[in-house]
C-alpha cells in the first residue's frame, strides 16, 4: 500500500513570499489531516477534513493560512504571506474514517519550510 | 497548554537492556492513546495504541502500559535494538460531545532514544 505523499520536500522563501504544499492520502482513507511541526516540538493540528468537507480549523492562523481538499482525496495547504515564525515541518496525514472508531493516523515525510 | 508532555527529552540504553519511555496527560477525556516513532527527515511512523479501557496492549517487543487513574502512560520496548535509535512520541486523541471521535491527536514534545551496541 502507498504511504501519503507530500512534496515539496523542502521549500525556501523569504518573508511575505506565498507557499504551498500538496498531498496526497492513502487510497481509500476519508479523513485528511495538516500538522505543524516546529523544531524541537510535537505536531500541532492544523485543520482536518473528513471527506472534503472541514472538522476542525480551530487552530489555523487564518488571515495568512488556508488549506482545501476539493474532490476529497488529495489536499493543498498554503501560507499567505508567510512569517519567520512558520519556518517549520508540515506534516499530511490520513486515516480511513475518524467518525466511529480510534484509528491510528498515517503520516507522509513532511515539507520543511525555511523562511529567510 | 501542554496536555500531553513526555518529560525526558532524551534517554540511553544499552542493546539488549529495556527502553521505558514515559508520557503524562492532563485531559480526562483523553480515551486513546498512541506512540509514534520518528527517524530524521521522516514522518511519524504508528509503532502502537491502546484504548482507555484497556491497561495494557503488546505487539512483539512494543508494549505499552497505561495507567488512567494517574494519567500515565509508558511504553517499554525489549530487548531494545540499535535500530530502535529514533525520536518516539507519544499522543492522545478524545471522543468529542456528541460520542464521536473527531481522531484529532495532541503530542508530547517527544523523547530522544539513543540505544548503544
Known amino acids: 500500500e502507498a504511504g501519503v505523499a507530500q512534496s515539496p520536500r523542502y521549500k525556501i522563501i523569504e518573508k511575505r513570499q506565498s507557499v504551498a504544499f500538496w498531498c496526497n492520502p492513502i487510497s481509500g482513507h476519508a479523513t485528511l489531516y495538516w500538522y505543524q511541526q516546529i523544531l524541537g516540538q510535537g505536531p500541532k493540528l492544523l485543520i482536518q477534513f473528513q471527506n472534503n468537507g472541514v472538522v476542525d480549523d480551530s487552530q489555523l492562523p487564518k488571515d495568512r493560512f488556508s488549506a482545501e481538499r476539493l474532490k476529497g482525496v488529495d489536499s493543498t495547504l498554503k501560507i499567505q504571506p508567510a512569517k519567520l515564525e512558520d519556518s517549520a515541518v508540515y506534516l499530511c496525514?490520513?486515516?480511513?474514517?475518524?467518525?466511529?472508531?480510534?484509528?491510528?493516523?498515517?503520516f507522509g515525510d513532511g515539507t520543511r519550510l525555511s523562511i529567510l | 497548554d501542554q496536555q500531553v508532555k513526555q518529560n525526558s527529552p532524551s534517554l540511553s540504553v544499552q542493546e539488549g537492556r529495556i527502553s521505558i519511555l514515559n508520557c503524562d496527560y492532563t485531559?480526562?477525556?483523553?480515551?486513546?492513546f498512541l506512540w509514534y516513532k520518528k527517524y530524521p527527515a521522516e514522518g511519524p511512523t504508528f509503532l502502537i495504541s491502546?484504548?482507555?479501557?484497556?491497561d495494557k496492549n503488546e505487539d512483539g517487543r512494543f508494549t505499552v502500559f497505561l495507567n488512567k487513574s494517574a494519567k500515565h502512560l509508558s511504553l517499554h520496548i525489549v530487548p531494545s535494538q540499535p535500530g530502535d535509535s529514533a525520536v518516539y512520541f507519544c499522543?492522545?486523541?478524545?471522543?468529542?460531545?456528541?460520542?464521536?471521535?473527531?481522531?484529532?491527536?495532541?503530542f508530547g514534545q517527544g523523547t530522544i532514544l539513543t540505544v548503544h551496541p
Open positions: 499522543a492522545a486523541s478524545a471522543i468529542s460531545a456528541g460520542g464521536t471521535s473527531y481522531g484529532k491527536l495532541t
Open positions: 496525514a490520513s486515516s480511513l474514517h475518524a467518525g466511529v472508531s480510534n484509528q491510528p493516523q498515517h
Open positions: 491502546i484504548s482507555s479501557i484497556k
Open positions: 485531559n480526562s477525556m483523553f480515551d486513546y
